[in-house]
């Protein structure tokens, strides 16, 4: 059984516009929740983080939300840009692995 | 300050034998993870070493194993090689911290092909 999903394969958004990725988790053992990106041939480069005490936390062009009573994650990317494009991936710290990771959303931004 | 680092970058075996992956982890991290990606299962957790220590431990048969050595470089060993073991095979790095968000810096990864 799946702890964790990104219900969405992939987004397709045009630059400057928002991007918004999501995840919904089971577990309510989660205490952070982390947001990663990956290019290929790369490994996953972190993004931003939140706890599971607030409801939001932002960083730049980055804003993640948490809404514990929906188990539901999301990240907004404002404005979003051509080099935004990259497989993002939702991951969980705080249950017995030590990551547990969605299986990711390739975004798209097009010029 | 250097990254992750992992060798070999690519590899190809054949199915029986064994192999063994190094990860040198960010100068000042004690806690080195592995993790196994697939197209099917995504990024699944392997496991975790702290001081030499297995920490952590995803669900993985036993021809999975690993070990961190005292300047905290570890290695990843999987025996009796099967077709599904072909993965991208990622290290990440981490303080170790269990208070708190312990934020974990992945490598570039080895690619193993099993034939």
Same mark, same amino acid.
Request: glycine fraction near 20%; proline fraction near 10%.
């Given at each position: 059984d799946q702890q964790v999903k990104q219900n969405s394969p992939s987004l397709s958004v045009q630059e400057g516009r928002i991007s918004i990725l999501n995840c919904d988790y089971?577990?309510?053992?989660?205490d952070y929740f982390l947001w990663y990106k990956k290019y290929p041939a790369e490994g996953p480069t972190f993004l931003i983080s939140i706890s599971s005490i607030k409801d939001k936390n932002e960083d730049g062009r980055f804003t993640v939300f948490l809404n514990k009573s929906a188990k539901h994650l999301s990240l907004h990317i404002v404005?979003?840009?051509?080099?935004?494009?990259a497989v993002y991936f939702c991951a969980f710290q705080g249950?017995?692995?030590k990551l547990v990771f969605g299986k990711g959303t390739k975004l798209t931004v097009n010029p | 300050k250097a990254g992750v680092t992992q060798t070999p970058r690519y590899l190809i075996k054949t199915r029986g034998q064994q192999v063994t992956l190094s990860c040198s982890p960010i100068s000042g991290h004690r806690s080195v993870s592995w993790y196994q990606q697939t197209p099917g299962q995504g990024l699944q957790f392997l496991f975790e070493y702290f001081s030499e220590t297995q920490r952590n431990k995803g669900n993985?048969? /036993?021809r999975f194993s690993g070990r961190q050595f005292s300047n905290s470089r570890s290695e990843m060993n999987v025996s009796?090689?099967?077709?599904?073991?072909s993965a991208l095979y990622l290290c990440a790095s981490s303080l170790?911290?269990?208070? /708190?968000v312990d934020t974990q810096y992945f490598g570039p990864g080895t690619r193993l092909t099993v034939l």
């Open positions: 089971t577990n309510s053992m989660f404005p979003s840009q051509p080099g935004d494009s249950g017995s692995e | 993985f048969p /036993g009796t090689l099967e077709l599904g073991d170790g911290e269990l208070a /708190g």
